[in-house]
């Protein structure tokens, strides 16, 4: 595996379920990221984590609770969502926090029902 | 708050036309100025980047961007459009505060006529 990958690619669950949306990146990288891509709107950062120091949490439900074990693995654990949660989660890795650009996974496709 | 424009959400041009994608930001200072592009279900893939130095900056692909300071934009220009360029394509900007925060525009959705 090259770069940054994330699964599952397509998760559809209810509104009482929990899930985890996993994130790996492979490329030596020290900073990864949460973003939620809805239709009509911007690119929207969740969380930032820099040396798996969770340094940005951009006002966001804790519904929505990461984890970081890792410089290369990155979670998102899902629980109790909302229909207008579902959208599209990015993960991205950068090789630091300043100045450095971000890579990206090809995100999962999220549909709460 | 620092914001990112782009104003034109589609655009469509014909194969082997140029193409200019139009972005603007607020901010005070000169940010770093990123370009990415998304292909249907995929992620961002990086075209190219300011950080500093000669203001017209080469890309992959073939793209380039011109970052003008007096006019707060960074267009993206393509002298001649394939149809495998139908994609979104994103500007972004870094404050260059702490953190590496990235504020994204809208997006320009591009479609290619043949």
């Known amino acids: 595996e090259t770069g940054v990958t994330q699964t599952p690619r397509h998760l559809v669950m209810g509104m009482t379920n929990k899930k985890s949306l996993k994130c790996e990146q492979h490329?030596?990288?020290?900073?990864m990221y949460w973003y939620k891509q809805s239709a009509k709107k911007p690119l929207e950062l969740m969380f930032v984590?820099?040396?798996?120091?969770?340094?940005e949490n951009n006002s966001v439900p804790s519904r929505f609770s990461p984890e970081c074990p890792n410089s290369s693995h990155l979670f998102l654990h899902l629980h109790t969502l909302q229909p207008e949660d579902s959208a599209l989660y990015l993960c991205?890795?950068?090789?630091?926090?300043?100045?450095?650009?971000?890579?990206f996974g090809p995100g999962t496709r999220l549909t709460v029902t | 708050a620092q914001s990112v424009t782009q104003p034109d959400i589609h655009i469509t041009v014909s194969e082997g036309a140029s193409l200019e994608l139009r972005c603007n930001y607020s901010?005070?200072?000169?940010?770093?100025l990123f370009w990415y592009v998304q292909s249907p279900g995929q992620g961002l893939q990086l075209l190219l980047k300011?950080?500093?130095?000669?203001?017209l900056v080469q890309g992959i692909k073939g793209f380039e961007a011109e970052f003008k300071r007096s006019q707060s934009s960074f267009n993206l220009r393509k002298p001649s459009v394939h149809w495998s360029d139908a994609a979104e394509y994103f500007c972004a900007v870094d404050s260059r505060g702490a953190g590496n925060m990235l504020t994204f525009g809208g997006g320009t959705r591009l479609m290619v006529k043949p």
């Open positions: 490329l030596g990288h020290n900073a």
């Open positions: 991205a890795s950068s090789q630091g926090h300043r100045g450095y650009e971000q890579y």
């Open positions: 300011y950080f500093s130095g000669d203001t």
């Open positions: 901010y005070g200072a000169t940010p770093y």
């Open positions: 984590y820099n040396f798996k120091e969770q340094t």
